[in-house]
């Protein structure tokens, strides 16, 4: 019961957020401050304060708090325009565990404006 009161709780406050957030798929993973990677997954939604994927921990060190860097793979809409990988740091602020099937939310350090 508790469990579904705090989704329930998050879900309002998620939609009371003055910053747009857009459903994207784009591959990412993130790496801790010593470069290694913790986390391999799926954009889930993007704005342009932070970040949520969808994913699996890769070894160990996934913790609320973490500085992390995360690097995705920006597919244009426009096939003339060419793919890129943009690098952004920031701290993880969330994790949901349901069962094995992981959401990581990260907050970035500077806000940035055009992701795709």
């Known amino acids: 019961m508790l469990k579904k009161l705090e ?16 459903r994207v798929d784009y591959d990412a993973v993130l790496r801790d401050e010593a470069s290694q990677l913790i986390f391999r997954g799926r954009t889930k939604n993007i704005s342009s304060s932070g970040v949520k994927l969808h994913g ?28 890129r990988r943009p690098t952004f740091t920031g701290c993880i602020v969330r994790i949901d565990d349901n069962d094995g099937d992981y959401n990581v939310a ?11």
Request: aromatic share 8%.
């Open 7 to 22: 989704d329930y709780t998050r879900h309002l406050l998620n939609d009371r957020r003055d910053i747009r957030r857009r």
């Open 56 to 83: 699996l921990p890769v070894g160990l060190g996934l913790e609320t708090g973490q500085r992390v860097r995360v690097e995705f793979l920006v597919i244009p809409r426009d096939a003339g325009q060419v793919a």
């Open 106 to 116: 990260i907050a970035f350090d500077e806000p940035y404006e055009n992701i795709e």
